[in-house]
């Protein structure tokens, strides 16, 4: 897979670059796969719903409304999506339990990290078109992401 500066080069009136200010916490710093999304807010019960699922090399999208007070991500969550399958998490929000989440084979980036666990009310959507700044993320887009940044392929076109 080229590395997304050369996809930004090679296909630049097609491809989306999401806002910057995401961090890399999982123990694969590149990752790319089909889109699958979620919108929550400090609430990860979809997010630990789908972790139970086959990942199938998909990448998990999560619009957390960008809340840094509670994470919606920690290490077992994510070890549940490693296991699974899942080749990584964007989440616009916060993670916890970095240190262990580093050990996994599984992409993850969010925009920072904080130790309140998310709860879990069973609340939240799955298979949404998310707004991520002004990046439209639909399940079915292609992501790939690297240490440059993150960019998505539009659910109807090319793919890398």
């Known amino acids: 897979m080229k590395n997304t500066c050369d996809l930004c080069d090679d296909y630049r009136d097609v491809l989306t670059v999401l806002p910057f200010?995401?961090?890399?916490?999982?123990?694969?710093?590149a990752f790319h796969g089909p889109v699958e999304t979620v919108k929550?807010?400090?609430?990860?019960?979809?997010?630990?719903?789908?972790?139970?699922?086959?990942?199938?090399?998909r990448v998990l999208v999560v619009d957390a409304a960008g809340s840094?007070?509670?994470a919606v991500l920690g290490d077992m969550i994510a070890g549940a999506l490693a296991t699974n399958g899942w080749a990584?998490?964007?989440?616009?929000?916060a993670v916890r339990d970095v240190v262990e989440m580093g050990e996994l084979d599984l992409g993850v980036m969010?925009?920072?990290?904080?130790?309140?666990?998310?709860?879990?009310?069973?609340?939240g959507?799955?298979?949404?078109?998310?707004?991520?700044?002004?990046?439209?993320?639909?399940?079915?887009a292609y992501l790939v992401a690297?240490?440059?940044g993150v960019v998505?392929?539009?659910?109807?076109?090319p793919r890398p």
């Open 21 to 29: 200010g995401l961090h890399h916490y999982g123990g694969t710093a």
């Open 40 to 57: 929550c807010f400090e609430d990860n019960s979809r997010i630990k719903e789908l972790s139970a699922t086959p990942g199938a090399g």
């Open 68 to 70: 840094l007070r509670r």
């Open 88 to 93: 990584g998490i964007v989440i616009w929000g």
């Open 110 to 123: 969010a925009l920072g990290h904080v130790p309140m666990p998310g709860t879990r009310r069973g609340e």
């Open 125 to 140: 959507h799955i298979g949404l078109d998310l707004m991520i700044g002004d990046v439209l993320v639909q399940p079915g």
């Open 146 to 148: 690297d240490v440059e």
């Open 152 to 157: 998505l392929f539009p659910k109807e076109g």
